[in-house]
């Protein structure tokens, strides 16, 4: 199914918001009323509120897609970021796991578990993504926002759910 270029703007604008802006105005509304002192949530307890919020719009925006486009790749990719949002959230519970390394690494599993059979120019974007990984991973340990550990299970999660993902299901 191909979507018209105007289409797959809304596309885009319509998981920006459920993915990036829905999730980030929470936090920046807990800042404003004095819920946390810093946008970075460097304690384990803050992070609870905007993992719940993250999770539900994931699933709304992974719901209303499912029902109004077919597309099995954008589907997988929701379900992806939902379960990573669950899965985040339960285990900020007694843990505190890397966000950043989250994402990287759900990035770069998705693009191996794709292969090059699948992704034009496989080998640069992989490359890229790794490489943005290690950046992402150095710049938390610099800025003294994780212990290694931390960057280590937040980077495992996302590659093993979203490559485990999209290799059992595409």
């Given at each position: 199914l191909?979507?018209p270029?105007?289409?797959?703007?809304?596309?885009?604008?319509?998981?920006?918001?459920?993915?990036?802006?829905?999730?980030?105005?929470t936090?920046?509304?807990?800042?404003?009323?004095?819920?946390?002192?810093?946008?970075?949530?460097p304690?384990?307890?803050?992070?609870?509120?905007?993992?719940?919020?993250a999770?539900?719009s994931?699933?709304?925006?992974?719901?209303m897609?499912?029902?109004?486009?077919?597309?099995?790749?954008?589907?997988?990719?929701?379900?992806?970021?939902m379960?990573?949002?669950?899965?985040?959230?339960?285990i900020?519970?007694?843990?505190?796991?890397?966000?950043?390394l989250l994402?990287?690494?759900?990035?770069?599993?998705?693009?191996l578990?794709?292969?090059?059979?699948?992704?034009?120019?496989?080998?640069?974007?992989?490359?890229?993504?790794?490489?943005?990984?290690?950046?992402?991973?150095?710049?938390?340990?610099?800025?003294?926002a994780?212990?290694?550990?931390?960057?280590v299970?937040?980077?495992?999660?996302?590659f093993?759910?979203?490559?485990?993902?999209?290799?059992?299901?595409?």
């Amino acid at each position: 199914l191909l979507i018209p270029t105007a289409g797959q703007w809304r596309l885009v604008a319509f998981v920006f918001v459920f993915t990036a802006v829905i999730p980030g105005v929470t936090v920046v509304y807990m800042k404003r009323f004095g819920l946390v002192k810093s946008l970075e949530l460097p304690q384990r307890k803050h992070r609870r509120l905007p993992l719940l919020v993250a999770c539900l719009s994931f699933s709304a925006a992974f719901y209303m897609l499912r029902s109004a486009i077919p597309l099995p790749l954008i589907e997988l990719l929701m379900l992806s970021g939902m379960l990573l949002m669950g899965l985040a959230l339960l285990i900020t519970l007694f843990y505190k796991i890397s966000m950043h390394l989250l994402a990287w690494g759900a990035i770069t599993g998705q693009l191996l578990a794709l292969g090059p059979w699948q992704v034009q120019g496989f080998l640069f974007w992989f490359s890229l993504a790794v490489l943005c990984s290690g950046l992402a991973a150095s710049s938390r340990l610099a800025l003294k926002a994780h212990a290694g550990h931390e960057l280590v299970a937040g980077f495992g999660l996302g590659f093993v759910v979203t490559g485990g993902l999209f290799q059992i299901l595409l």
